[in-house]
């Protein structure tokens, strides 16, 4: 079994900076893809970014992409995502996941395991 637990999440101001953090208690975590997931309320799960620790594949939503860095240290089997330049389309609640299989999906139902959730919210 692997728990996740994500931190800092939080209210800033458009154009602002957060970095989440996904601690797992796992310890031998290099095998895994780790990925970042949010949704808002009535939506879909969407992926964010994702990272294969195994091969170092990177992926990143459009939406996302040069404002967004996903980066995991397999020491302290932690992941994080840095968001910069925030914007109010950015709001949700985001969520860790982990997948034994290795490879960055954006299918939601790939990932094994899950994380409680951070709301972020950023206001204009």
């Known amino acids: 079994q692997v728990q996740l637990v994500e931190s800092g999440g939080g209210l800033v101001q458009a154009g602002d900076s957060l970095r989440l953090s996904c601690a797992a208690s796992r310890r031998s975590f290099s095998s895994y893809a780790m990925a970042w997931f949010r949704q808002d309320p009535g939506m879909e799960r969407e992926l964010v970014a994702g990272i294969s620790l195994s091969s170092g594949d990177i992926s990143y939503a459009d939406s996302v992409k040069g404002r967004f860095t996903i980066s995991g240290d397999n020491a302290k089997n932690t992941v994080y995502l840095q968001m910069n330049s925030l914007k109010p389309l950015d709001t949700a609640v985001y969520y860790c996941?982990?997948?034994?299989?290795?490879?960055?999906?954006?299918?939601?139902?790939?990932?094994?395991?899950w994380g409680q959730g951070t709301q972020v919210t950023v206001s204009s």
């Open positions: 996941a982990a997948s034994s299989r290795g490879v960055v999906s954006d299918f939601s139902s790939m990932y094994e395991y």
